[in-house]
């Protein structure tokens, strides 16, 4: 197999790490951390200048119709640059979502704006105790007159309060387990009834609890076909675990990196403590668990849009489980060989740490995936 990048991806990934290095500087990034949406409109529009934004619209709506290896590329700088801007749901959850309902008039008004970072659209499918198990959905959706009217509740939504439009997940038949019965609606904020609770997350950036309660929206909000949603947002969901792997992989780099630089410069007994044995070891067997999860996050690009589902399933679950332990490994080992000051908030090692620990947590967990890879390597 050939793991050479073509010309054009080369490109991508040179445009978006100079990005990176010379316009979202750690300072920067403090800077907008520290404001009160916690991310930059103005970072957001130079994402759109760059043609980021377009990445995973295709090319028939005005984007760029790129692939998940580019999204890894993309994805990669963004971990080690730890963006808060809300690029993994915006221009690529919510793509992805779009492209695989099969609903014209939807994908003709959501799309051309999210290429063009006009508007920011978030999917809102998760809800309390699910865990990774995408059919769970208890949020429901009654037929009233010539439209419907939802109750329910999600949480932990990424970049909820910040969205110009939500898609939002909710069951118009079947019991809260069943696949069959889950359908996708449009709203806005602000409609009557429904309310956004937002909040900071350990890596410090915004989520929110999404709250309907009789939200009243007419049958045009509906995306494709009643009840016939699942499958596409389990497509979305597997191209965004792959999504959140490669963003895992460039933050692993990054504090590999930052560990052996300050392991040189910092010295005890007169000489750099990257001189002292155990030491040696220790970044010796972070780099290893850095290159196994890189070449798992490879897996995980490739087979993401794989037709396979079993074998699609399984390889996203195994690249989880392999990236989320080596995220707490390396994590902890640069943690603990930084000292003191590796928990402050004035190392980005601390912020990496941390965005680890969240990315673990995102689209199932560590134990989650583990299970779920054994159930279908049971399964055959």
């Known amino acids: 197999m050939d793991f050479n990048l073509t010309d054009e991806q080369q490109l991508l990934s040179d445009t978006v790490q100079r990005f990176a290095r010379e316009d979202y500087t750690f300072d920067k990034r403090r800077e907008i951390l520290n404001t009160a949406p916690g991310w930059s409109r103005e970072v957001w529009n130079e994402l759109a200048g760059l043609g980021l934004t ?11 119709g790129a692939g998940p290896v580019e999204t890894m590329l993309v994805m990669n700088t963004f971990g080690a640059a730890l963006l808060l801007e809300p690029f993994l749901g915006a221009a690529i959850v919510a793509p992805a979502l779009l492209t695989r309902l099969d609903d014209a008039n939807a994908a003709a008004d959501l799309l051309p704006a999210i290429a063009t970072g006009e508007r920011i659209v978030i999917v809102a499918h998760r809800e309390p105790q699910t865990r990774g198990e995408l059919e769970h959905v208890v949020t429901r959706a009654e037929p009233s007159g010539d439209g419907y009217v939802i109750n329910g509740y999600k949480s932990v939504i990424a970049h909820a309060g910040t969205a110009d439009e939500l898609l939002i997940t909710a069951r118009t038949s079947g019991n809260p387990t069943d696949t069959d019965g889950i359908s996708v609606f449009r709203i806005k904020p602000g409609m009557p009834g429904l309310t956004v609770k937002s909040y900071l997350t350990i890596d410090g950036q915004r989520a929110g609890d999404i709250e309907l309660q009789g939200v009243k929206v007419a049958s045009s909000a509906l995306i494709g076909t009643a009840g016939q949603a699942f499958s596409a947002i389990e497509g979305a969901h597997e191209v965004a675990l792959s999504a959140i792997c490669a963003e895992a992989i460039g933050i692993i780099k990054a504090v590999n990196s930052a560990t052996l630089e300050y392991a040189r410069s910092r010295k005890q007994f007169g000489q750099p403590i990257s001189k002292f044995q155990v030491l040696q070891h220790r970044m010796a067997d972070m780099f290893v668990q850095g290159e196994h999860a890189t070449s798992m996050s490879y897996l995980a690009a490739i087979r993401c849009i794989d037709g396979n589902t079993h074998e699609r399933r399984r390889s996203l679950s195994a690249a989880k489980v392999v990236i989320g332990q080596a995220g707490r490994f390396v994590g902890q080992q ?15 090692v601390s912020h990496h740490f941390k965005r680890l620990t969240t990315i673990d947590l995102t689209y199932g967990d560590t134990d989650f995936h583990t299970q779920r890879f054994i159930s279908l390597t049971q399964a055959g």
């Open 54 to 64: 377009a990445l995973n619209v295709p090319e028939t709506h005005g984007g760029l």
């Open 334 to 348: 640069a943690i603990q060989i930084h000292g003191g000051m590796g928990v402050t908030d004035e190392l980005m």
